[in-house]
């Protein structure tokens, strides 16, 4: 029997409403994200959660670079977006959102400490130089499949997807569980055709639910 995890990605206050990053559309993952910790926890599998988790002089805010949010520069010689201060450790808007069931979550991963470089994925950093403790968690419990919701779509859902692939894990995206900040209007659309083309199989709650009994 593969053992399996539900993977909740950045389901935190400054990416829904009223947040510093609010992703549009953002609460609406906590009520799939709700009813998948149902349906893993009454089948036994693992619940675990990322979170962008930032020192409040992160470079990747616009406002460590006098300049506007969501302009294009660099961090660390990558290509890089500047965000709005957001997810700032140990405040209010890095929480997880209030209604999550938070309860049931087996372990945490912060990622984004470091202020030089960013941290999209809940694996690596965006240079690939430093791991998450998150696979070895995973192996530790002999988990090979992921069930991935959470925020967003276009950047730490997709980032997060394209890493447990390549580690070899077999990856199910609850797509009306994500949901994406669409800079480009299409964006998230060509983020779950990212994860597809890489061999993530895409599913919404209600076939996910029908198809895995
Ligand atoms: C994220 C932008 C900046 C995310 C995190 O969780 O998708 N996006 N930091
Ligand atoms: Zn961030």
Not at 1 to 22: E, Y
Not at 103 to 131: C, E, L, R
Not at 168 to 193: E, H, K, W
Not at 196 to 208: E, K, N
Request: proline share 4%; net charge negative.
């Amino acid at each position: 029997m593969t053992k399996r995890a539900l993977l909740l990605v950045d389901i935190q206050n400054d990416f829904c409403a009223g947040g510093a990053l609010a992703v549009p559309e953002g609460d609406s993952t906590v009520d799939v994200a709700n009813a998948l910790i149902d349906w893993c926890k009454t089948r036994g599998d693992a619940v675990v959660a990322s979170m962008d988790w930032h020192p409040a002089d992160h470079g990747s805010f616009a406002s460590q670079h006098n300049v506007e949010p969501y302009t294009q520069g660099r961090l660390d010689s990558l290509p890089q977006t500047f965000w709005p201060d957001h997810c700032v450790q140990d405040t209010e808007g890095a929480e997880l959102h209030p209604l999550l069931k938070h309860k049931a979550i087996d372990a945490v991963f912060h990622k984004g400490a470091n202020p030089q470089i960013d941290s999209y994925s809940a694996f690596f950093d965006n240079g690939h130089k430093q791991k998450t403790q998150l696979d070895e968690w995973l192996r530790h419990h002999e988990i090979s499949t992921l069930i991935v919701v959470g925020l967003a779509t276009d950047y730490c859902v997709k980032f997060t997807v394209l890493d447990a692939l390549s580690l070899g894990y077999s990856v199910n995206v609850i797509t009306d569980g994500c949901r994406g900040v669409n800079l480009n209007p299409q964006d998230s659309a060509q983020a779950f055709m990212n994860m597809s083309a890489a061999g993530a199989t895409l599913y919404t709650l209600a076939d996910w639910v029908e198809t895995q009994g």
